[in-house]
């Protein structure tokens, strides 16, 4: 919710599953050492990819119905119980899919699966001990700084949150955060993320700021000046709702090379037919016979009732049931083979594609539509993952069965524990403040409420986002600097700069992955304190 930084957390855990193995067991290093990091990051990495779709997805109910949100959250064993049971019933089709699509993906095609790649070499990796002890003495150095800033017991803080960058600035817009978090992550994503972030800070203060208070200036004026926020979101709803209609624009020509590609109609009725198959009564049963697992009557009944009786509590029409799990299959397939190519699940897109259609043709609530997006997350998140731990456990030579029942195991775990982590995240820390920004949320929420906005502003965004499309800038990357707080995006910056200066790049992160994990169990280690007081 904070970073937008995502799914992908199993090197981390990697790393850290192979430090404590290398500590109750020095002497295993071979096979068997290899196999239980296999597993290991199976169960551990589906509890990150769904978390993330969550996270990405479900705060947009607060932007939406901040009320109806605070409300749900006001019962703890309610809100855990119902998010939980939704999630699971959502990861269960997901893994169904993850299951179906896996004879294709990986034994029929040549699809690249970098992030496989990335996993299994730091498996292989584990023999060497300075990758570990750079983990261990990141994790410490970020939780020194963290109670040094936040204090622990009866320990009082003794660093400021807070650092003042510029004495002739105003603390509150230049200054620098104190949460090694940020310098992590700026050390791994690099300067391409980090720039297009740089630029939106810019634009608050070169852009923004100017076109909401023109009418000070000039005696003709499109529009009295507004609230900083309500100008800034209104102008960030343009970009975002301009690059939704560019993207459509791109379709017909995307077709046309698709026809082409595939060998004209039959070449793509030839594809159409592969998808089907993988979905018809003698491929399961085929999978069932390969597997032994039960997969039609276990996996999907199961699923779909649980979906059902969800969607039914929600008040779903049958046809938005039908139509949200059908559109839901046909993105995360397609979200699966992204991923799989690219190493990037784009879960925005692809929640979109069903999102936008849902909300047309059967009027859903926010509530409604907010919940569609978390199942198509859960859905692609579950699958996706699932492919990479089968091409991990192919590299290692690890069974799929053996990594199916971890990835289950991991996903039961999941969904027993997201809901009460989710409420202890969100009642910790407030949704919107510079600590839980959740900028994808309020992205989503804006696409929704866009035709709600001063228009004139809305389309001073969308030039805005045109330019930056025109300059090869991502205009998605400046919208999060223009939502950040000014704070974060300097320690992003701040770990950028540390990488731009490091001569060998990879020596590094295995220390900054551990600042990463380090400083993310201390934020746990903050709730559960704060939850106990």
Known sequence: MTTGIGPWFAPTIVLVAGTIYRFFYKGEKGAGFSSSLVLTQAIGSVGGSVATA????????????????????????????????????????????????????????????????VIYESIASQSQKSGAGQLAIGAFFAALIGVARDGFLSLKPFIQKRIQVFSF?????????????????GYLAGPMIVTPLIVGLVSKYLVVWPLNNHARFFPYALFQPLRSIDFTLAFCSGIVLVLALVSLKNYPLMLIKALRSYGGVSGVWR???????????????QNREKSGAKVWSGELLVALCMIIASLWYLDFSPVGMFLLIAMTLLADYQLALFAARTGLATYGRFMTFVMIPLLLLCRTSDMQTTLACVFV???GAVAANLLFS?????????????????????????????????????????????????????????????????????????MFGLLLRFVRINPMLVFGGLVMPNSMIIGLAIGAGIRGLAQKVETYVPFWSGVFAGYSLWMFVVMLTALWR
Not at 169 to 185: E, G, N, R, V
Request: one cysteine or more; aromatic letters at 16%; a positive charge.
């Open 169 to 185: 600035l105003s603390a509150k817009h230049f200054s620098i955060d104190t949460m090694p978090i940020y310098w992590s992550i």
């Open 54 to 117: 969550i996270g990405f997805s479900l705060t947009t109910l607060y932007f939406l119905e901040k009320d109806l949100f605070l409300h749900w959250i006001s019962s703890p064993y309610y809100f855990s119980f119902s998010l939980g049971f939704f999630t699971l019933g959502a990861g269960l089709l997901g893994s169904w899919l993850g299951r179906v699509m896996k004879d294709t993906v990986i034994r029929k095609s040549a699809l690249s699966f970098p992030v496989s790649t």
């Open 271 to 285: 594809n159409i037919s592969g998808f089907f198959k993988d979905f018809s009564f003698k491929a399961l049963h």
């Open 377 to 379: 997350g859960v859905v």
């Open 390 to 462: 089968y091409k991990v456990a192919d590299h290692a030579g690890v069974s799929h069965d053996h990594v199916h029942k971890a990835h289950l195991l991991g996903l039961v775990a999941s969904s027993l524990c997201v809901g009460l982590l989710f409420w202890l995240i969100v009642t910790s820390f407030e949704i919107g403040s510079p600590s839980l920004v959740a900028h994808r949320g309020l992205t989503r929420a804006l696409l929704l409420q866009s035709f709600n906005f001063n228009y004139v502003v809305l389309l001073m965004g969308g």
